[in-house]
């Protein structure tokens, strides 16, 4: 199975994609190479060791008990010989032992292979900085969140997604109505009009996201959003260098339904949003035609942080390109307690001093 390492030319040493830079950063002695310039010293070298053991990917010696590799594979580090352990699903490695990256070929390749790429524009100390900003001021928060030693895991990984383009026409029949109040020294009075309103529109959709990995919450990809297409480049493997990355594992036809219902609810909504100057609006019949769907294949960058507090885990997700920072944050109930029993006695001293006032 073939596998891409990014070694600097000029030391040797293991080189990583750089956000601040864009370019490809060795540590070591500080070189730096466009993306699109690098050239593997010892590609073929790589190339040809990868092809003699591509049905011998286990180092020799090594035992595994059945079941135990089940939904994983195992690569041999060119660089060390170390045991790469990884799920079917993951393209870009790091091993564990001599911190090579490595780019799984086969699993960018062919239709596997991604049209687009955004390459991280935030580093781990912006994620670092902007969890910490996230708890910032949370009283109610436990305060083993507020210590940045207590998160378990910081992944900077590249998230698969389906980009859809479409066009959208539709016809929408709104009952509308306004309504009027008004009294006398006997009865107040209420009057309600009611109306049709028409409404026609067409709408074009381009590059709108929907995650292919099933490892990933929808909901939580859906939160960092949005992602500046513009920024886009067509694909290199270089950018993935000291990142994570998964190929697709969720099929674009599991997800057109839900992306053409949400493209669908946006239309209504701005549609919905001409209809002005009446209390309340109703959607009573809608037309919907949706043209001209495609789909591309692109990786979208995103840190994942992990923590865990009284047995439940918790993962907070940042976009790599904007820096949205989004999470769901426990209640300590102690915290919450003390908040409520100082309120209490804030409203009785208070009410205490306003009665002492009257009084006097």
């Avoid at 500080?30 to 180092?59: C, F, G, H, M």
């Avoid at 997604?161 to 006997?186: G, H, M, N, P």
Wanted: glycine share 6%; hydrophobic share 35%.
């Amino acid at each position: 199975m073939g596998l891409t390492e990014y070694e600097c030319p000029s030391c040797g040493g293991v080189m990583n994609f750089d956000a601040g830079s864009q370019m490809l950063l060795c540590p070591y002695c500080d070189t730096k190479i466009k993306v699109s310039d690098y050239k593997a010293p010892r590609q073929e070298e790589q190339d040809k060791d990868a092809k003699a053991d591509s049905n011998e990917w286990l180092s020799e010696g090594t035992e595994w008990k059945p079941g135990e590799t089940d939904g994983m594979v195992v690569y041999s580090c060119q660089s060390c010989g170390g045991e790469i352990v990884a799920s079917e699903t993951e393209g870009s490695l790091t091993c564990p032992f001599c911190s090579n990256n490595v780019v799984v070929k086969e699993k960018f390749a062919g239709d596997l292979r991604p049209d687009y790429v955004i390459p991280f524009k935030k580093s781990k100390q912006d994620a670092m900085d902007s969890y910490a900003g996230y708890v910032k001021g949370k009283l109610l928060l436990p305060r083993v969140f507020f210590a940045q030693n207590h998160i378990d895991k910081i992944r900077g990984i590249y998230i698969p997604y389906w980009l859809y383009d479409a066009k959208i026409d539709a016809d929408y029949r709104f009952e509308a109505t306004k309504v009027r109040t008004w009294s006398d020294s006997d009865y107040n009075y209420t009057e309600t009009s009611f109306y049709e309103v028409d409404r026609s529109g067409h709408e074009e959709f381009s590059h709108v996201p929907h995650d292919a990995s099933k490892e990933m919450p929808d909901d939580l990809m859906e939160s960092i959003e949005p992602f500046n297409f513009s920024e886009a480049v067509p694909f290199n493997s270089g950018y993935l260098a000291g990142f994570l990355a998964n190929r697709y594992d969720v099929d674009v036809e599991e997800t057109k339904t839900h992306i053409v219902n949400r493209m669908e609810n946006t239309v209504e909504n701005d549609i919905r949003n001409t209809v002005t100057g009446y209390s309340s609006v109703t959607p009573i019949t809608r037309n919907k035609q949706v043209r001209s769907l495609s789909h591309k294949y692109a990786l979208y960058p995103v840190w994942l942080l992990n923590t865990s507090w009284n047995g439940n885990n918790y993962l907070f997700a940042m976009n790599g390109q904007s820096g949205k920072f989004v999470g769901n944050l426990p209640v300590s109930k102690g915290r919450a307690a003390v908040l409520y029993i100082l309120s209490a006695l804030g409203f009785t001293l208070i009410s205490i001093i306003i009665c002492l006032i009257i009084i006097s």
